[in-house]
């Protein structure tokens, strides 16, 4: 029988013959499971959790960030000049109305001023960028792996974003991912350097 350790919680997988990706699933959810129960029985779990809380709301306001600049993009506006506004009425948007997440619940997904319908998307974005700034902070742990992998995550529904918009994909975000690739230097001590520069030109 083979292990597997997840978090520090071990879980048995099959004999390698026998072994396929339904029972690999399976006990990967129960590792899973186990960490996730004893990780309500450890002390300061509640403080584990205020910081995932923080995590899930700066990742949201990244995900609102994220939401402007890909639909400016697509469009080819500027997304660092010009205020955010309603995309039907042309209204100037108040602070309290662009609270990441809480603000379209409050608002019922409508704009305050003319009561049209927002597009959903800015709600589920804002919620897909919190839960990944939290997973990739509770799969890492602290540090620059965890801070890359977020700026990573973060580019990519950018990217895809303004792919579905405007079927395009500028230049201008492919540059964007330098950032992360210097963290991963940094991280890794910069080996292979001259390898991933050159794979990076190629692509």
Excluded at 83 to 106: D, M, N, W
Aim: net charge positive; glycine share 10%.
């Amino acid at each position: 029988m083979g292990r597997t350790v997840i978090h520090g919680f071990t879980a048995t997988l099959p004999p390698y013959r026998t072994y396929d990706w339904a029972n690999a699933s399976s006990a990967v959810y129960r590792a899973l499971a186990i960490s996730k129960s004893s990780f309500f029985n450890q002390k300061g779990a509640a403080t584990m959790w205020l910081i995932y809380l923080y995590l899930f709301l700066f990742g949201s306001c990244i995900g609102s960030f994220v939401n402007v600049a890909a639909l400016r993009t697509a469009e080819g506006r500027s997304f660092v000049k010009g205020r955010s506004q309603c995309p039907h009425c042309g209204q100037t948007l108040k602070a309290y109305e662009l609270i990441p997440v809480f603000s379209y619940i409050f608002l019922r997904g409508r704009c305050g001023h003319c009561k049209a319908k927002i597009s959903p998307r800015y709600f589920f974005v804002e919620v897909a960028s919190g839960l990944v700034f939290v997973f990739c902070f509770w799969w890492y742990g602290p540090g620059w792996e965890a801070a890359g992998t977020c700026l990573l995550g973060a580019l990519l529904i950018c990217v895809f974003l303004v792919d579905m918009q405007a079927k395009i994909i500028p230049n201008g975000l492919i540059v964007c991912f330098i950032a992360p690739a210097i963290i991963e230097l940094v991280r890794t001590g910069g080996a292979d350097i001259w390898g991933r520069v050159i794979g990076f030109f190629v692509v």
